[in-house]
């Protein structure tokens, strides 16, 4: 599986941003699919995910209710639908894809079996 992620940029405090995710080699209904961020000096963290069994979809909850995660079947794209963007929101973005990803690791980054290259968004104050 290949994701390319795209989307990023520079934007102000309460902007959106949409990224997107472009998936090749299987199809998106058998996988599980997620967006990861790490900013400067920090970690890799959890954004949301989209589970692959029931169609669940998960949130940090430091952007539940602003950011959001869609899949297009048919286009082979995953987006990532920011609104409200704030300053702490600023990082590389990376998209990512699992086989088999249950609820109890459907946010740990070590679940996931592939990843795109990442895609940076910048949020001014």
């Known amino acids: 599986v290949q994701l390319q992620a795209s989307g990023g940029g520079l934007v102000q405090a309460g902007d959106s941003l949409r990224l997107s995710c472009a998936a090749s080699?299987?199809?998106?209904?058998?996988?599980?699919w997620g967006w990861f961020r790490q900013a400067p000096g920090k970690g890799r963290e959890f954004v949301s995910a989209?589970?692959?069994?029931?169609?669940?979809?998960y949130y940090a909850d430091s952007v539940r209710g602003r950011f959001s995660i869609h899949r297009d079947i048919a286009k082979k794209m995953v987006y990532l639908q920011m609104d409200s963007l704030k300053p702490e929101d600023t990082a590389v973005y990376y998209c990512t894809a699992g086989n088999r990803l249950i609820l109890s690791t459907i946010r740990s980054a070590s679940a996931y079996d592939y990843w795109g290259q990442g895609t940076l968004v910048t949020v001014s104050s």
């Open positions: 080699g299987r199809t998106l209904s058998d996988l599980s």
């Open positions: 989209f589970r692959r069994n029931g169609g669940y979809t």
